[in-house]
């Protein structure tokens, strides 16, 4: 219809003639002169209807998302398939034909990939793999019993005579069919399942067999097709060995296809450190020419771009730069969101051409029934054989949605449209039952599996992010596993991991990724910075909200600094809060609290050893390196040693000897919280979240500083970025010195806090303590009814500080000799940096923080203020040195 | 080898839940570690195992199969410590089992300083003790839901059986 209208429009508009020279016209005679107005709709037809195909699928998802009732209980398939059929229809009543079907040379070459492209790429590796087996089961067993009971109980059908007999088919032509139709479609179990949220294991088990089986159901139906095509008088015996072994040539071949690619995948990103832009391009260049390739060699494509997607993920996600991650992760997701509507959307609207499609109430009917009844039994068979080995039986619950889930779709369909309709006569037929079936399973199986997941209180996935807890026993459990394990001297299942893990880290590590990526001992300082940078943006917007909505302006103040100011703040006291040992306050600021979570999560990722059997697990999101992993080794072995001979010299009761070594540091600790209280208290109480908190430092060392030193500016502005310092650095001093000092104290509850040098000698300690410190607390303070007020007032208490005596340098020498060499580098982690210009305090901070340094003129150039947010200026640092990212953040450890 | 599953049985006798072929296979691993031939393992005999010595908690392994305390394993703790491990043990002895593993001083509660220990183990220096005591205490202030400031086996069971993790305690011997 529209081409047609548009084809209309088409006619040359042509005004008068002006100027000869003209192409002629397809229609109509050559007309000289210049047209003032053209129509050149046929060269730009094809990729015009495609873009207004994709066009119009959108707004359809769009209209149906406009109402969140009908998609809570609809699955977007179905409305889509629907939206089909309505589109064919009207298609149908103005073309007279039909129009715009689902091609399966389209839909095999364009549509299919991006969707597997992007489960495989985003499959959670651990999950599949730790799955496999029954995962590999249900693929390879699962539909082969599928296909050939179905076909062979819709031959027994036509037998008993409940097939029509215009239904020209025999015993292959049902297996041909059985073939096709058995496969589980993982187009039609993605979109149902995504909606559904069964818990994970459930779903890893269904979408990786919908995946995986995929190899079986090319072999199955070119195997079928060839013996249909050759008849099936001419079939011998070698051709049944033939189709057996092109099972394992194509599945493997296809997974090997996927392996090479990925590796030549993380290859070529390891080099595009310089052009970053290309990056994304990449990953789906050779993921796409992967599924080529294998389409090309007739392997199983979607085998060859899910390893593709399995195998590059880990390699790829460290080499390219945070924000290709970024782009490749979105261009995937919408690409395979656009295939994915615009499939169902023309499923929809082939079903409607009639002339493809022949009915045979006897064989759709017996059809519907078979797949149904088939890939129950199917499941509850594997399922018992699999629970036999499996730990975690499968229950009942699962196995009726497995059964339930074996959604059918588009794979089926532009398989069964691919079927020659001479050698197969009863194509037709076979048609109209598939849209039958897929139509079936995707709406009505599609529609009801909500309620009955529901119903049958199937576990449901949780969303919640791990939580520390989980985190740490998870930890700890493995690492008894892994040592009953070899106490009691039994190997198997995790060997083989354990040696890839080896493997791994020895070469592949080492070749794929670049050196920078390789060397970053974990990317928890990744996440971390990348946390710190959301949680800035998040409170920017809070942080201006809350200074507009009381009226209040800071006049001295560039706005981008109030706001700046006001995020890190907000930060500080949220994290601070959250790090109370009031249970209280935890449970009123849960933002807080689950923000601690996630940095105390990637803290515990970086910093736990890994056990042995999570390597594998781990490495896709923590690599370790290889001396990371001799480097605990080492470490863990000499601690063994170390209690051993401890506990040599010491009595069995004596095991509080190891017991009373961390005391001491915990007294400490304790006692820089006194300091920290005492401070805070000794002025009207203020926030005692963030007074009571302790610096966390990391630095990061950038990424760019691989091996030249005039890496681009623009790449350093481009990955690199901020630096948040949520507190003045003589705190943490201050920590480290205290921390030392406080080996004197016995136990840290019993004693009450007393007073430290630094309290006695810093004069701020007594009666200022209203007043700011530090830039955070300043801004921590309440704001003041009348702003400007407030901050004269803290203007002029900040600089009644600037005479302090020289107060910590003498507690900094009076420290007893450190007995951890772990804490001593605390403050040479600290980069001698400014506040980049760009971010200047306002003056009276700036001013504050420079006297500050000024007035303990001893103390390190550390003692500075750090810029709250900006680039590092690295024009101070020599080249060659490493850029430090120095991410101060506020962790909470009073008791 | 290990996944998960939650087969609950409470122990017919001695904890064991395991058959003869089972006690033979152990009592092989058993005898092939008792390297003197005591009839015991020492955390020497422990250590002899490459693998071992790199396992961050083994000695804390050790400590809570030695039930009676004397620093040896003997064939009867060896038999019972792994026994938690079986399929057929419930979930109630898995806990305990994690469970023992941070109480040190076995006085039924895991205190600030058992949790800090066993952290200790398992980051080495990976992280500063600073941040270690911050976890720890984070760890104990979401436990501790009588605010005793140590973490009873109740507390510890409720947060743990809930993330089931006790699921992943499984061996398949």
Redesign the interface.
Known sequence: MLRAALSLLALPLAGAAEQPTQKPESLGEPLPGLELFRWQWHEVEAPYLVALWILVASLAKIVFHLSRKVTSLVPESCLLILLGLVLGGIVLAVAKKAEYQLEPGTFFLFLLPPIVLDSGYFMPSRLFF?NLGAILTYAVVGTLWNAFTTGAALWGLQQAGLVAPRVQAGLLDFLLFGSLISAVDPVAVLAVFEEVHVNETLFIIVFGESLLNDAVTVVLYKVCNSFVEMGSANVQATDYLKGVASLFVVSLGGAAVGLVFAFLLALTTRFTKRVRIIEPLLVFLLAYAAYLTAEMASLSAILAVTMCGLGCKKYVEANISHKSRTTVKYTMKTLASCAETVIFMLLGISAVDSSKWAWDSGLVLGTLIFILFFRALGVVLQTWVLNQF????LDKIDQVVMSYGGLRGAVAFALVILLDRTKVPAKDYFVATTIVVVFFTVIVQGLTIKPLVKWLKVKRSEHHKP????E???????????????????H???YWRDRWEQFDKKYLSQLLMRRSAYRIRDQIWDVYYRLNIRDAISFVDQGGHVLSSTGLTLPSMPSRNSMAETSVTNLLRESGSG?C?D?QV?DTVRSGRDR?DAV?HH??C????KP??RYKASCSRHFISEDAQER??K???Q???K??LE?FKST?HN??F??S???P??T??RKKDGVANAEATNGKPRDLGFQDT?A?ILTVESEEEEEDSDSSETEKEDDEGIIFVARATSEVLQ?GKV?GSLEVCPSPRIIPPSPTCAEKELPWKSGQGDLAVYVSSETTKIVPVDMQTGWNQSMSSLESLASPPCNQAPTLTCLPPHP?G??EP?APLYPPSDPHPSFAFPPSLAKAGRSHSESSADLPQQQELQPLMGHKDHTHLSPGTNSHWCIQFN????? | MSTMGNEASYPAEMCSHFDNDEIKRLGRSFKKLDLDKSGSLSVEEFMSLPELRHNPLVQRVIDVFDTDGNGEVDFKEFIRGASQFSVKSDEEQKLRFAFSIYDMDKDGYISNGELFQVLKMMVGNNLKDWQLQQLVDKTIIILDKDGDGKISFEEFSAVVRDLEIHKKLVLLM
């Open positions: 730790d499996r730990l975690v039986p939580t520390l807890n989980q740490l026993h998870e930890h700890t459990f493995d690492h008894i596993l892994a040592a009953v394990e070899d106490v009691v001297g039994h198997g299942y995790h790090a040992l249970l935890i601690e105390m803290l515990l970086g910093g736990l050893y042995r059997r605990q080794d470490e863990v072995f601690q063994n040693m209690r051993r506990s069995k095991i509080c190891t017991k070594k961390p005391r540091r915990k400490g600790r302790a966390v920590e921390s951890r772990a804490e605390q962790r909470g450890s009073r008791l």
